[in-house]
């Protein structure tokens, strides 16, 4: 549903770059974690690690980052298209770790956005 809707370029670029290495290599190769300045961002809005959040919260937030992607507070703009790219990050390297991090079934949050770059990526 959250894909049917408007959905903001920077969203897409970020999709394409993942679907792409994903098509491409099969999976992410790269297990990159986010730095503490990163982390500190998720936090300034209240979002958990992908790890430790479930697919209801990260539809939550994927709304809220559409909205905000699109708002006219440019600071706002920004930092939603940082996050974006952090939980691309964090998506990147839970795959690459073969979901060793995931702590339990209920935390399934990253299978939502991955399901979100699929539906909006044209590749």
């Known amino acids: 549903m959250l894909a049917r809707g408007e959905v903001p370029d920077s969203h897409r670029r970020v999709a394409d770059n993942y679907m792409v290495i994903k098509k491409v290599y099969g999976t992410p190769v790269v297990h990159s974690k986010i730095s503490a300045k990163e982390k500190a961002l998720l936090n300034k809005y ?16 994927l709304s809220f980052l559409k909205k905000w992607s699109m708002s006219l507070e440019k600071n706002l703009r920004n930092d ?10 964090e998506l990147k390297s839970l795959i690459a770790s073969r979901y060793v991090n995931i702590s339990g079934e209920i935390y399934s949050g990253y299978k939502a956005i991955e399901r979100y770059f699929e539906e909006i990526s044209k590749y």
């Open 46 to 61: 209240d979002f958990n690690p992908l790890e430790y959040s479930t697919i209801k919260q990260i539809n939550e937030e």
């Open 80 to 89: 939603a298209d940082e996050i974006i790219q952090i939980r691309a990050k």
